[in-house]
């Protein structure tokens, strides 16, 4: 269930074309000093986003696929009840093959679980929400163009549609400034913390020092309205369960700068 407090902070704000698949390449990403909409701490605004290399695209049910059938406790038939829900790759023909009309659709149905055990596979793992962020940042000519009110507008208009009807191929829609693709308008997407985006029910963790509270005390200025479109994100992140799957989300895998590609 999404979380009561990330629901009263969206109802304070006011509410492609198809192409060939582009190669899953690791684009590499300077990081920095960036303002974020999930600061690290309720004092702080600013992330310290060190360099780190992301997916050109969505990972497809081609590329999902393939890692099943080389892990095929993955796949739906086999995988334990902890790791995945019972719509895990539903829309699948059979338990490894997804079938030639969405192959080359960003996969989803795909638990974070999943996500990250296919990342872990390649050698590298799901994106960090402040590594996902700063790369969403980016408009096709800027790296920030959050203060652009034109790109705020395509993002909403995108978010108004995104995932309904036939998914584009994955790498289909243009790239941004940094080479990236599919990061609006296609699928949410698993980041590697996105337990930490959760906001406790249970008193007895409020407490935990350790967790990213995304309703802590100024963790978010409601007067940024321009942020809607994050604040929808993060409301879909933290109303999942690492176990959960839905037909809305899919994902990319990301490594630091340093790892070999």
Known sequence: MIRACILMALTLLPISAPGARAAALDVPIAGGKFETVLPPSPKEKIAIVPPFRLDAALVSNADFATFVRKHPDWSRDRVAGLFADEGYLRQWASPTEPGAAIANQPVTQVS??????????????????????????????????????????????????????????????????????????????????????????????????????????????????????????????????????????????????????
């Open 112 to 261: 974070w679980f999943a996500a990250s055990a296919y990342c872990e596979a390649r050698g590298a793992r799901l994106p960090r929400w402040h590594e996902w962020e700063l790369a969403a940042a980016a408009s096709a000519n800027v790296p920030d163009a959050r203060n652009d009110p034109a790109w705020r507008q395509q993002i909403l208009d995108w978010y108004a549609t995104s995932a309904r009807g036939v998914l584009p191929a994955a790498g289909a829609l243009p790239p941004n400034y940094f080479g990236v693709r599919d990061l609006h308008g296609v699928v949410w997407e698993w980041v590697e913390d996105a337990g930490s985006m959760l906001v406790s029910d249970d008193s007895r963790e409020q407490g935990d020092p350790n967790r990213n509270r995304f309703c802590g005390s100024g963790a978010i200025d409601l007067e940024q309205k321009e942020n809607y479109a994050m604040l929808m994100r993060i409301a879909m992140l933290s109303s999942m369960k690492a176990s959960y799957s839905s037909n809305s989300m899919g994902f990319r895998c990301a490594k630091d700068a340093r790892a070999p590609r």
